[in-house]
């Protein structure tokens, strides 16, 4: 099992609807979870933290996390075109703190 | 945040030699980390570099091929060593700004090795 589990896609979502793009983690004990978001050609950007359950609302998106579930989630509201790129998950490691272990990216397509 | 700048952006080298990539922090961070990211792939973490002791590395991956320095608080580079064409990937430093484990990524080094 990874660590770190995302559907690599791609997901196409027509713009203006919500994109949901999920993440499961195996390490129960995570305590820090990220969203990055990466454009074809470039260096992940961070765009969401979260580190307890429920959801946190940043803008159009929206962190939704259940550790009972080990899942957690990013939703995008009214999808834009720009919004077309590579989604990673991030999860903190315990052993040896600091250290982020990434999924291996949903590729999402926002159609106009 | 931060901003962070990578040396070269790119280069094609050729097998056998050596490229030293070098990352810049426009202030003072504790901890440094390098990944890499090969083609279609994810991101994984070849090491991490606190200034004023050794590097930490991942499995699979040994000091004699990524040797790492870390001299201050705001540079490190990497260096590949005796490149082969399964060298080429996408090299990226990270920081750590000490809020909840949050990275930061610097523009990334896109080696080619022919």
């Known amino acids: 099992q990874k660590e770190v589990e995302q559907n690599s896609g791609p997901l196409s979502v027509p713009e203006g609807a919500i994109a949901s793009l999920n993440c499961t983690y195996s390490?129960?004990?995570?305590?820090?979870f990220f969203w990055y978001r990466q454009y074809s050609g470039k260096s992940p950007e961070l765009i969401m933290s979260i580190y307890s359950n429920g959801d946190k609302e940043d803008g159009r998106f929206t962190a939704q996390l259940n550790k009972a579930s080990q899942y957690v989630s990013l939703l995008i509201r009214d999808s834009q075109p720009s919004d077309s790129a590579t989604y990673l998950c991030a999860v903190n490691r315990i052993q040896g703190a600091q250290k982020l272990v990434f999924g291996q990216g949903t590729r999402l397509t926002i159609n106009p | 945040s931060a901003v962070i700048s990578q040396k070269p952006s790119r280069d094609i080298c050729q097998r056998g030699t050596s490229l030293t990539i070098q990352c810049q922090v426009d202030s003072q961070v504790t901890m440094m980390f390098w990944y890499r990211q090969q083609p279609g792939q994810s991101l994984t973490l070849i090491a991490t570099?606190?200034?004023?002791?050794?590097?930490?590395?991942e499995s699979g991956f040994v000091i004699d091929k990524f040797p790492i320095s870390r001299p201050n608080l705001t540079f490190s580079t990497l260096t590949v060593s005796n490149l082969s064409p399964e060298d080429s990937s996408i090299y990226l430093c990270s920081v750590d700004r000490g809020q909840g484990y949050e990275q930061y990524f610097g523009p990334g080094t896109r080696l080619t090795v022919t």
């Open positions: 390490d129960r004990g995570s305590q820090s």
């Open positions: 570099a606190n200034q004023g002791s050794e590097a930490t590395y």
